[in-house]
């Protein structure tokens, strides 16, 4: 088992990307924080990590990450009494370019996927150097390339990409890795959460099969495998990394 002794704390563990991470991590061995607004789903993550390791170690901490940094970070120690991997994973979409978004969305945005990234890895660092452990940030194609319609969200996603580089160079000489993670399209909520009606969703994923290089789209065991890669020994000379999870979509061009 990939995990066994370790201690992993996930963000967005209720849904899509985040639960599929958590079931892999718990099947690995991992004892596991497991973070989500919504009690019911986070409970159903939990449940589904039980069924693939009985024996798994799981704590449900149902909390905001824009207002409840300090709260999970303290009730995963009180729990573990150590941290050993980080997976920065919730996320929020929105849709709209500079015309439509405005600063309220701007906030939104940025405080649930760029700020309180960067207030959770503050507080849990100390405690990743004294595991050697390593951080996995869930960023998005998006963060490197540009699309139109989606500003908040594209901005939020570059300034996470920045902070894993700019984390990786401060702590990789603490024995600290940190990488990301930059999906393409990958069946989840995410997008009708973000607004997307139902009938626009399903003409979304269709017309998607045309800008990803592989002519489909992703399915959120292929993130969460990457995601795994990443925080294990297998992956012990990587860090810095943005890892592109999206059937070559990112290196597509117009012609
Ligand atoms: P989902 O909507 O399925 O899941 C999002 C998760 O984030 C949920 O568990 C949700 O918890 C949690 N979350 C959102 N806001 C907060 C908050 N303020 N506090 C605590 N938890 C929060 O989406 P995905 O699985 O698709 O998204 C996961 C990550 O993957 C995101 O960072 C997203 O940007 C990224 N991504 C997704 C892509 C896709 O196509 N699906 C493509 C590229 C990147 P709850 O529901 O309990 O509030």
Same mark, same amino acid.
Do not use: W
């Given at each position: ?8 704390? #996930?963000?967005?563990? !209720? =849904?899509?990307? %985040? ?9 690995? /061995?991992? *004892?596991? &924080? ?28 149902t ?71 390593? #951080?996995?940030?869930? !960023? =998005?194609?998006? %963060? ?5 319609g989606?500003?908040t969200? /594209?901005i *939020?996603? &570059? ?30 909520d ?66």
């Amino acid at each position: 088992m990939k995990f066994s002794g370790k201690v992993a704390l #996930i963000t967005g563990a !209720s =849904s899509g990307i %985040g639960a599929a991470t958590a079931e892999l991590f718990a099947k690995e /061995g991992a *004892s596991l &924080a497991l973070v989500g607004r919504n009690v019911e789903n986070l409970k159903k993550t939990g449940e589904d990590c039980k069924k693939v390791n009985p024996s798994a170690e799981i704590l449900l901490i149902t909390a905001d990450v824009t207002k409840d940094v300090e709260r999970i970070v303290k009730e995963t120690l009180e729990k573990y009494g150590k941290i050993h991997i980080l997976v920065n994973n919730a996320g929020i979409l929105a849709y709209g370019g500079i015309l439509e978004s405005d600063l309220d969305e701007f906030d939104t945005i940025l405080n649930t996927n760029l700020r309180s990234v960067y207030h959770l890895t503050k507080l849990v660092a100390p405690h990743l150097i004294e595991t050697q452990g390593n #951080i996995v940030n869930v !960023s =998005s194609v998006a %963060g490197l390339r540009s699309f139109t319609g989606a500003i908040t969200y /594209g901005i *939020s996603k &570059a300034g996470l990409d920045q902070l894993t580089k700019c984390c990786s160079l401060d702590l990789a000489s603490k024995k600290v890795r940190v990488n990301s993670v930059n999906p393409g399209v990958v069946v989840t909520d995410i997008h009708k959460r973000g607004g997307m009606t139902e009938e626009d969703y399903v003409a979304y994923l269709e017309r998607s099969k045309g800008t990803h290089a592989m002519g489909r789209v992703g399915h959120v065991s292929e993130v969460a495998s990457t995601i795994a890669f990443l925080a294990s020994d297998d992956a012990s000379f990587i860090t810095g990394a943005l890892v592109p999870v999206d059937g070559g979509k990112s290196v597509m061009c117009p012609r």
